[in-house]
């Protein structure tokens, strides 16, 4: 019989436990406190300038010699940014003219504008991240080249891809990936897909069906990822066949995080449906909080805007909620492990609890097997 390496043994950590690069939210302080209690942290690389990428992967090296990872995005979308004069004027008056509702009540300018075009970043980025080797390139939403995943293992780092389907695991695999990240439908955060689905449906198998299946596809490990936030999920998915597991909306609200403040208290309150999965946010499937912006959009039957382009029309009123304090009209990226996250620790803190509970959980499973 022929055994995987386990994720520890590969990526050199204590425990199985991967904080996920969430953008605007993972950076060295997070990264750092994760790495320091054994799991693997990753600095979210997306639309991050190169330089500011480089600092940032320094300043993580000043902090800890633990393993560490750095996420990109390779979605099509990004590589080069779509362009927005190839909108048509129809498209982007409606959406404008939605924007402009919550524009009025948050006391900004209205406009119909085409927004700015993106920046083309993501090549940079890669150079970066082979230029500086960190341990671990963790891609989403998009396709690795085998060219680029050449590049990564001749500078001895590990590849590590988020997939939502078994085909996508499948074609990751082959193509050279030394971890597959299952993503299922409970994230939070954009589908990990490359192009746009017409709707989410295609993207949101849960975890519990999807883990399996993938385990059985490929033969290196997988981690889980998807309404896990303590131990009790680490053991359920080891149980199903991970590796190991990823969690997002749990590190959300840590200490070290990045995210405001509005944005770790609405994590705080919220049950499992206080969720959406949406593209009133991006432009893509996303599992967000559900909140006035994302719910009167959906309402409204407006257009969305192309990916990307349509986080790029909205920045405005991101940036006027987040300054008013109005977590009404921000996007709070959370899957549905919201309803199990109830405090603030330290990000090392909940990898601690997590392996606590997990091994809590292993030693009183024979009894409850009796049980049965």
């Known amino acids: 019989m022929t055994f995987r390496t ?41 639309n991050v300038p190169p330089d500011d990428l480089r600092r940032m992967i320094h300043r993580t090296r000043e902090l800890t ?13 990004l590589r080069p940014p779509i362009d927005p004069d190839a909108i048509r ?21 209205t406009t119909i504008a085409r927004p700015a075009r993106a920046p083309d970043l993501v090549d940079a980025a890669i150079k970066v991240v082979l230029d500086e080797r960190p341990p671990v ?31 996508d695991a499948r074609t990751a695999a082959a193509g050279g990936a030394d971890v597959i990240v299952a ?68 590190f959300v609200a840590t200490r070290e995080s990045m995210a405001p403040e509005l944005y770790k208290k609405r994590v705080l309150e ?3 449906g206080a969720t959406t999965v949406t593209d009133a946010l991006s432009g893509l499937w996303a599992r967000a909080l559900a909140n006035r912006f994302t719910r ?4 409204s039957g407006a257009p969305v805007l192309p990916p990307l382009i ?20 921000y996007p709070m990226m959370a899957g549905q492990s919201v309803g199990l996250v109830r405090d603030l620790p330290g990000a090392g803190e909940v990898v601690e609890t997590i392996i606590r509970e997990a091994r809590a959980v292993l030693s009183a499973l024979p009894e409850r097997i009796r049980q049965t």
Not at 310 to 329: I, P, T, W
């Open 270 to 272: 919220s049950e499992s």
């Open 89 to 109: 004027e129809e498209t982007l008056r409606g959406a404008q003219e939605m924007l402009n509702r919550f524009r009025q009540r948050l006391g900004i300018p």
């Open 310 to 329: 349509q986080r790029s029309a909205a920045n405005d009123v991101y940036m006027a909620a987040l300054k008013q304090g109005d977590a009404e009209y």
């Open 296 to 299: 009167e959009y959906a309402e």
């Open 183 to 250: 993503q299922g439908g409970e994230a939070g955060g954009h589908r990990s897909i490359d192009g746009k689905p017409a709707s989410p449906d295609a993207t949101t198998v849960g975890i519990m069906a999807l883990l399996p299946q993938v385990v059985d596809a490929v033969r290196v490990p997988v981690v889980a990822a998807g309404g896990i936030a303590d131990g009790r999920g680490l053991v359920a998915a080891l149980a199903l066949g991970a590796s190991g597991v990823l969690l997002g909306t749990r």
């Open 137 to 167: 390139f963790s891609a989403a939403l998009g396709w690795l080249e085998p060219g680029l995943v050449d590049d990564c293992h001749r500078r001895g780092i590990k590849v590590m891809a988020m997939v939502s389907t078994v085909e």
């Open 6 to 46: 386990t994720l520890c043994d590969l990526l050199d950590i204590e425990y199985p436990i991967v904080q996920s690069g969430m953008g605007a939210i993972a950076g060295p302080d997070l990264v750092v406190e994760v790495c320091r209690a054994g799991g693997l942290g990753i600095l979210a690389g997306l």
């Open 65 to 77: 010699n633990r393993p560490f990872g750095v996420n990109l995005w390779l979605h099509r979308a």
